[in-house]
Every structure is written in C-alpha cells, then in structure tokens.
Nanobody, 121 residues
Framework: QLLQFGGGLVQEGGSLRLSCAAS????????MGWFRRAPGKEREFVSS????????DYADSVKGRFTISRDNAKNMVYLQMNNLKRADTAVYFC????????????????WGQGTQVTVSS
C-alpha cells in the first residue's frame, strides 16, 4: 500500500513537500510516480522517478518548480513543490509503476489515498 503525508494550504509562491510511504511490495524494484486531479479536471501526470532515482520526468507545467526524490532505505518517495501557483491546487496521488523505469500509461496495483494541496492568492 501507499500512505501519503503532507499537503495543505499555502500561499502562492510558497512550498510544500509531499511524502509517500510504501509497503507490501519490493519498493526498489519499481519506479514511482505522482499524479494530481484538479477540481473539474482529469487526473494528470506530475512526475516520475526510476527505481534508483537516476531518471526523473516532469510535466511541463511543473518543470523547474517540483522535484521528485526517493529513499529506498526508507521505502519513501517525495515531491518537493516550490513556487506554487494557484493552478497547482489539486488532490495529489502517489502511484507505483510496473517496472524499474516509468512506463507511460502503466500504473501498478497501488495508489496513495490522496492529499489535498490548496494554493491561495
């Protein structure tokens, strides 16, 4: 399973860090990803990280502001969000990939419970 921590309310330009704790599978064998769903919108990909952390990917809308990382010793994946914008307001979800490197459109068996991030002006 995936258990998320963090999130909350922040002003524009502020920062938040989301955390996701994994259990029940061999964490280091899987890429991990973050998604979000804004009110009235479809779920969208935010970021992914390969099994060892050497390969990362970001949606264009968050490049340069968000940083994904992982700690395999702790079975944790993180999303550091800086310079937050109102458009970043959404429920954020972590997800496990099906392989060591993220494959677009392929999501494993586990999703986090979701964490609300609200950016105010």
């Amino acid at each position: 399973q995936l258990l998320q921590f963090g999130g909350g309310l922040v002003q524009e330009g502020g920062s938040l860090r989301l955390s996701c704790a994994a259990s029940g599978f061999i964490f280091e064998d899987h890429a991990m990803g973050w998604f979000r769903r804004a009110p009235g919108k479809e779920r969208e990909f935010v970021s992914s990280i390969s099994w060892y952390g050497t390969t990362t990917d970001y949606a264009d809308s968050v490049k340069g502001r968000f940083t994904i990382s992982r700690d395999n010793a702790k079975n944790m994946v993180y999303l550091q969000m800086n310079n937050l914008k109102r458009a970043d307001t959404a429920v954020y979800f972590c997800a496990v990939g099906t392989a060591r490197f993220w494959r677009e459109g392929e999501i494993g068996d586990y999703w986090g419970q979701g964490t609300q991030v609200t950016v105010s002006s």
